[in-house]
């Protein structure tokens, strides 16, 4: 064997290891040689998941916007109510909160003024407006917004002149719809709306609505459960706001009837009623003396004992005008428990017989549930806390503890130019039930605006619709307000379930040395009872009417101690008081 004239086969085996070796040695220098003079090898990006979604730049310039109104309703129990407040952290999150974070996930919005912070809230360039601020764990279900978002309609195209080369430049906007105005405009403003530029060239085949994204879709999928979009308005007024253009707000407050557990006693326990010489069973209310104290709220009034005072906005007029105010019985529902079928859950207790025991054929007829009622009342706008305190009032007439002309009496602020203190409604069974924008001088106020609701028949051509309307079906609307039912009922099944076996157990209150008389002495000897809305009542002691207890400041006073805090005064009013003004003085940052 040979190789390059050398003759291997003659070496001996020593000399053949050294020669590998002295090779191996030669290769290896080499190959370092090789990888020192070849440029750096970049190590190649991890491989995406063959789903993963791809984030691209998105540029707002290439797509059209148009003004819109929104409508969507939301369960509040879980929100800090519907307003966000920048550099003010709440415990839980607010509606707009998440409006905003889904608008944004969607990129149907692209505000102006770049964002500070992550999660913060900038309706800047949106043309963004709410008709209503609902507080924490108020619901809402016809609250409307109005916004400027992204479309579908393609960016108009300037045309350019014959002989100039044919490109086209995207014009700085698009046409878009619009309804005529809700107040009357004059006649030379309307003409100035007229299109006058020939150079122009819209794509008139887009339809507004069909063509369009499907808004309603979109957000559902990106918002909450319990927060749910219902319509949306593609041709809004041209002078639109969703607060200045809402001429009316609807409101509904739920109650039962009665509105506590009332003792399983067979003779009332309550105070007779200042209201009729009717004696009811504690925990029922009188519901005709509700009604009547209801009506005394329709009109034009000043609200000022019916609110609280927010000073920063320095109020002065709290005359506000209701259209509407009743109290009306919803249809009842089903029975969530045997327990409030039995006799001891009646309105009127039964009369005795001559030995003593209960006479059942006595017995008012009584629903086989609670019966459920709701305070409806539709106002031009409302005060702070406004609903809250009405409803307030109307249970102190339910249970006999005020009569109904303690409504007339507070809302005469002449008489009572300073409010009573007292407590207002709970929060929960509230609901903003719609917002209303008639046109201008409308004696019937009906809604002006045209809404396009989940599911609209008129439009199930739209091929996007093949799997599903965003009503019915899989990801629709009512599926998720089913869910949430559903849990809800469950909830109410399992503690009407509780509630049966609970007062089941155990020695009959009829039974036994003392029977109820020992339980209604009790009872009798208990703080009075006052009823809020709430799921329970709270214990007041000896009940002081309203229009004998302390009264809160004046309303101008309020107002003039902040104008003073914040540096400036209001003139005759605050010197009146007899406040006068104190110069702030200028001192160096202290760096703290």
């Not at 009623?273 to 069973?281: E, F, I, V, Y």
């Not at 998720?480 to 809800?488: L, P, S």
Request: hydrophobic share 35%; proline share 7%.
């Amino acid at each position: 064997m040979e190789s390059n004239g050398i003759d291997y086969a003659s070496w001996s085996a020593e000399k053949l290891v050294a020669r590998v070796s002295a090779l191996e040695k030669q290769l290896q220098e080499a190959n370092e040689r090789y990888r020192s003079q070849s440029p750096s090898k970049v190590s190649s990006p991890p491989q995406r998941p063959k789903n993963a979604r791809v984030e691209r730049d998105f540029d707002p310039s290439k797509y059209s916007t148009r003004l819109i109104a929104l409508k969507f309703a939301y369960l509040g129990q879980r929100y800090n109510g519907f307003e966000h407040h920048a550099n003010n952290k709440t415990p839980l999150p607010t509606i707009e909160e998440e409006m905003w974070k889904a608008l944004m996930k969607a990129r149907l919005i692209f505000p102006t003024e770049p964002l500070v912070t992550e999660g913060e809230v900038n309706w800047e360039g949106c043309d963004y407006s709410k008709s209503g601020r609902t507080d924490k764990g108020v619901s809402a279900f016809g609250q409307v917004i109005g916004i400027r978002v992204r479309s579908n309609r393609p960016l108009a195209k300037e045309v350019a002149e014959p002989g100039l080369q044919q490109d086209s430049v995207a014009s700085n906007g698009s046409l878009e719809t619009a309804s005529p105005p809700l107040q009357p405009l004059e006649d030379d403003f309307m003409m100035s709306m007229a299109l006058d530029n020939a150079t122009l060239d819209e794509p008139l085949a887009f339809h507004p609505i069909r063509d369009e994204v499907p808004y309603t879709q979109v957000l559902n999928r990106l918002l909450p459960p319990d927060i749910r979009i219902l319509a949306w308005c593609p041709a809004p007024p041209v002078d639109f706001s969703a607060r200045f253009s809402c001429r009316e707000r609807r409101y509904r407050y739920f109650f039962t009837q009665p509105a506590f557990n009332p003792p399983p006693a067979t003779e009332a326990v309550a105070e007779q009623s200042r209201n009729s010489n009717a004696t009811r069973r504690e925990g029922w209310l009188d519901i005709a003396a509700m009604k009547v104290a209801a009506k005394r709220y329709e009109g034009l009034h000043d609200f000022r004992n019916f609110c609280k005072v927010d000073a920063s906005k320095q109020i002065d007029n709290f005359e506000r005008r209701i259209f509407h105010s009743e109290i009306r019985e919803v249809d009842p529902a089903s029975e969530p428990a045997a327990y409030i079928s039995s006799s001891h859950f009646s309105e009127f207790p039964p009369l005795s017989t001559s030995n003593g025991t209960p006479d059942a054929s006595s017995a008012a007829p009584h629903s086989p549930t609670p019966k459920l009622y709701m305070f409806v009342l539709h106002g031009s706008a409302f005060l702070w806390h406004q609903v809250r305190h009405m409803i307030a009032v109307l249970f102190l007439v339910g249970q006999g503890l005020e009569s109904p002309e303690v409504v007339s009496r507070l809302l005469d602020t002449k008489a009572t130019p300073k409010k009573p203190i007292y407590e207002m409604a709970e929060d929960a069974p509230l609901v903003l039930w719609d917002c209303i924008f008639p046109r201008e001088g409308s004696p019937s106020r009906d809604d002006a605006l045209e809404w396009i609701y989940v599911g609209d028949q008129r439009f199930h051509g739209d091929p996007r619709e093949v799997k599903g309307n965003g009503k019915f079906g899989l990801g629709g609307v009512v599926d998720d307000v089913w869910t949430i039912w559903r849990r809800k009922k469950m909830d109410e099944v399992l503690a009407g379930m509780l509630l049966n076996v609970v007062v089941g157990q155990g020695k009959d209150l009829d039974e036994g040395p003392g029977g109820d008389e020992e339980y209604r002495t009790i009872v009798k000897s208990a703080s009075q009872k006052v009823y809020l809305g709430g799921d329970s009542v709270r214990l007041k002691g000896k009940y002081v009417p309203l229009m004998e207890r302390e009264r809160t400041e004046s309303v101008e006073t309020v107002n003039a101690r902040y104008a003073l805090r914040k540096g400036f005064e209001q003139g005759e009013v605050v010197r009146d008081l007899g406040f006068r003004q104190v110069p702030l003085l200028q001192r160096e940052d202290d760096g703290i």
